[in-house]
């Protein structure tokens, strides 16, 4: 997956902080915790995240609903702007 710098900064900064499990993953749970928040509110498709945090669409819209709820907003301003209607 592509990894801009302030990403790698913050994996940097979570090994230093949390190490890895001892089988040697990164996050000591297997779905990307943090990260598929963070990738959602970016508005980063549900599919390349689900992809990424190796889950299903419905599994990771069940279990970041609220994340998704929170971006209402800046989905009627994208709508918007795509339909040249000013805001």
């Known amino acids: 997956m592509p990894c801009p710098p302030p990403l790698t900064v913050l994996l940097h900064d979570h090994l230093v902080k949390f190490g890895t499990a001892g089988d040697g993953r990164l996050f000591r ?8 928040e963070s990738w959602l509110a970016a508005c980063v498709p549900s599919t390349q995240c689900a992809e ?9 819209h069940q279990i970041y609903a609220k994340v998704i709820a929170g971006l209402e907003s800046a989905a009627y301003a994208r709508i918007e702007r795509a339909l040249g209607v000013d805001p």
Not at 29 to 36: E, F, P, V, Y
């Open 52 to 60: 990424w945090a190796g889950h299903s669409v419905a599994v990771l």
């Open 29 to 36: 749970n297997l779905t990307g915790g943090d990260l598929a």
